[in-house]
């Protein structure tokens, strides 16, 4: 019997063999030997089935980084750094994925349907931390503005994530950069800290900007 877990395999499988979707749910069935009726009791669409991949990156990393014994002790801030670290380390698995479910979106300013899910689980997640830093005075609350940290953070992942597609340096070590860089300039404009960090981070930008292929996930 398929479950959600083998259906993930099977279709990551099918498309990175055949660079693009299955034609149809019955062909993608009959190349797995399993009822056409077993892919629908879980995904509705193949757009369905990649929107829940994703989300299912984000539930993993949320999942294994809230076992560490010092997780109840971080900050904030740390607990970011926990996430994409963990995240993108997750991500090395399935890298060829990752790069052909990126590309193939269009360019727009709105987010893909296939990023919903992740979306919603990672917005959930930076608010559970910003309600922490404003309760332990870590970060400042602002009227009209504290309400959008958490887009600030989706801004940094969608960055990072496009910045780490495109990286070709030694074990990904310019975007473990970018990700301590861009989350440390993110807390500090939260906390109204001197913009020490916003500079260097952009001297790190502009040190890279040979990244050429943009992809803009908006806030739609």
Known sequence: MATIE??????IDFVLTEGEQPKSVYIFAKKN???????????????????NIWTA?????????KTQEVWSQYSSREKALSFFYSFFELLKSSRSFVVYSIKKQLKTFTTPKIFVGIKDVFENFCNDLIVEGIESDELSERKFFTNRYKDALWV?????LNFWINDNSAGFEKTDEAVERGINVTFDLFQRSPIEHLVAYGR???????IKEKISFGNN
């Open 6 to 11: 083998s259906i993930h395999t099977a279709y």
């Open 33 to 51: 030997k399993m009822p056409e009726e077993e892919f629908y009791r879980f995904f509705s669409s193949f757009d369905g089935l990649e929107q």
């Open 57 to 65: 990156f984000a539930l993993k990393t949320i999942g294994e980084i």
């Open 156 to 160: 940094q992942l969608v960055f990072i």
């Open 204 to 210: 790190f930008l502009t040190k890279n900007s040979r």
